[in-house]
């Protein structure tokens, strides 16, 4: 059941001032000055009636577009313009505003492209091409009806309503470009407004018409659901009218609760999704968000049942760390350091977690700090959003220990800086101290110089690690050289 939760209030006030403006001026005097029908149009106009900020502005005017766009850019001296003759828009900056200029035009499509064939036309037919009733909505800078909505399709009221509804039939719409479907779920996601019925049936009926998109266009719009305040009412659309599993079934697979010899599991789609909103609340990060989206993504295939532990999900941090470049690449998300942090956020999002449950020591807080790097603050806005027992006993037990856990994290970062650590004794060192080629024993007398200091048996200090290095390769067999006993100076060849 789709829920109107937008709060807008319509103010169509807001059009009268659009004509003080001097970019509507000047749009407005050389409409006049050419004879060329002029509008304001789209995103911009619903954005100003919403109060919403806008930083693009759309104008159409019947005629060309380009040309237009060269004679007001030069009117407001705001050029150069860009040309993007393949798609006859021109596009120029004013102030800090991205100003674009389109010929009004009609557009018929054939079933395997989104790519229109494309002729001139009228406002309304440009309308009428347009996604939403409430995109379609344009205002006049023409002589005589300066600064009047031109709505032929009802978008204010549906824009009061708070619906999404299609110029044309919507099999047609989602048909013509199947990502307008993906659009609509954006739109309902980001506004708080509910898919039109007629419509929702329609992209249920159009989800398979999806596979025409490209995966770049498909999580551009899903990041845009991703980065709403609070993006579970986007998933849940997406699941609910077919279009989730044509594009991220891994996430559709979390969904159920199975329950055997009565024993039960929570339902992993809703988790997921909590703790998605959970961590929106706390965190701007497009990359944190993913992070929260794919936790658990390897809790089905890692599902085990067993009479004496009840339902198991062993190793699923690090199946779903190794999922998270499969589903990038398909998704053809960025491969890089940003992917990375998902990854690393994804095999390490226990490791608070367990801490919390147990008596926290210094050296399991310094490895988790070692571990972590700089990605702990992400890490631990990610565990917090991870604790959601519907059991409140548990759930305050684990709240509270995360909070102690937060403390003595802070303490410890403090005290000994163990966060980006680097070891006081390089290989390099090890090797000149021992008079060795490099070999296995550098590794282990170097682990063994690692643990001794994140464990707090020595500081992260030079010249004890330094003893400590002779004391191990001592007991390994290996006699130091003369005149190593003490350090020399820090190498910095590793
Ligand atoms: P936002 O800028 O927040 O993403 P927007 O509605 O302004 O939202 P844009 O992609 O900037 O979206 O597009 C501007 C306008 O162009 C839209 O308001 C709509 O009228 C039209 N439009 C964009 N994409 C499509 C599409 N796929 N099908 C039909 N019309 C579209
Ligand atoms: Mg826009």
């Known amino acids: 059941m789709q829920q109107r939760t937008h709060s807008f209030t319509l103010d169509t006030s807001r059009l009268d001032g659009v004509l003080d403006q001097p970019l509507f001026r000047a749009v407005a005097w050389e409409a006049k000055a050419q004879g060329v029908p002029a509008f304001a149009i789209g995103g911009y106009v619903r954005d100003?009636?919403?109060?919403?900020?806008?930083?693009?502005?759309?104008?159409?005017?019947?005629?060309?577009?380009?040309?237009?766009?060269?004679?007001?850019?030069?009117?407001?001296?705001?050029?150069?313009?860009?040309?993007?003759?393949?798609?006859?828009?021109?596009?120029?900056?004013?102030?800090?505003?991205?100003?674009?200029?389109?010929?009004?035009?009609?557009?018929?499509?054939?079933?395997?492209?989104?790519?229109?064939?494309?002729?001139?036309?009228?406002?309304?037919?440009?309308?009428e091409r347009r996604d939403f009733t409430i995109n379609a909505l344009a205002i006049s800078l023409n002589e005589g009806s300066a600064g009047a909505l031109v709505d032929p399709f009802g978008g204010l009221l549906d824009l009061d309503r708070g619906i999404l509804r299609t110029p044309l039939g919507p099999d047609i719409t989602y048909s013509d470009d199947p990502l307008r479907m993906m659009r609509a779920v954006r739109f309902a996601t980001q506004l708080g407004f509910i898919i039109d019925p007629p419509s929702f049936e329609a992209i249920k009926r159009n989800a398979e018409r999806l596979n025409i998109i490209s995966a770049e266009r498909i999580h551009t719009e899903l990041n845009k659901i991703i980065l709403t305040k609070k993006p579970s009412v986007g998933f849940i659309l997406l699941r609910d009218c077919g279009l989730l599993e044509r594009f991220f079934p891994e996430f559709l697979e979390l969904q159920g609760a199975e329950e055997k010899d009565g024993i039960g599991h929570k339902d992993n789609f809703y988790h997921t999704l909590q703790v998605l909103d959970n961590v929106c609340a706390k965190s701007d990060d497009l990359w944190l968000r993913w992070a929260a989206i794919l936790h658990d993504i390897a809790k089905p295939k890692t599902k085990r049942f067993d009479p004496a532990h009840g339902w198991t999900f062993h190793g699923h941090e690090d199946k779903g760390a190794r999922m998270v470049p499969q589903i990038f690449r398909r998704l053809k998300l960025p491969l890089d350091e940003q992917m990375r942090f998902v990854q690393d956020l994804v095999a390490m999002h226990l490791r608070p977690i367990s801490l919390t449950k147990e008596e926290v020591t210094d050296s399991a807080v310094r490895r988790l700090l070692f571990d972590a790097g700089n990605n702990i603050e992400a890490l631990m806005i990610l565990c917090r959003a991870d604790i959601t027992s519907k059991n409140e006993k548990k759930k305050e037990r684990y709240l509270r220990n995360y909070e102690l856990l937060i403390h003595k994290l802070a303490e410890v970062e403090q005290k000994d800086q163990v966060r980006n650590f680097q070891p006081p004794i390089t290989g390099q060192d090890v090797m000149t101290a021992f008079g060795i080629e490099p070999c296995k024993l550098i590794g282990d007398i170097k682990i063994v110089i690692k643990d001794a200091i994140l464990d707090g048996v020595i500081q992260n200090d030079r010249a004890q690690a330094w003893q400590l290095m002779l004391d191990t390769g001592r007991k390994l067999g290996k006699e130091p050289l003369a005149g190593m006993e003490a350090p020399i100076p820090a190498s910095v060849a590793e």
Not at 60 to 78: I, N, P, S, W, Y
Not at 106 to 120: A, G, L, Q
């Open 48 to 127: 100003l009636i919403l109060g919403r900020p806008c930083k693009d502005i759309d104008f159409v005017v019947e005629g060309d577009g380009m040309a237009f766009a060269q004679t007001v850019a030069k009117r407001l001296k705001a050029e150069p313009v860009h040309v993007f003759k393949n798609f006859g828009t021109a596009m120029f900056m004013f102030g800090d505003v991205q100003v674009e200029f389109v010929g009004a035009r009609k557009e018929s499509y054939t079933r395997d492209s989104r790519k229109p064939e494309v002729e001139p036309g009228t406002i309304k037919d440009d309308q």
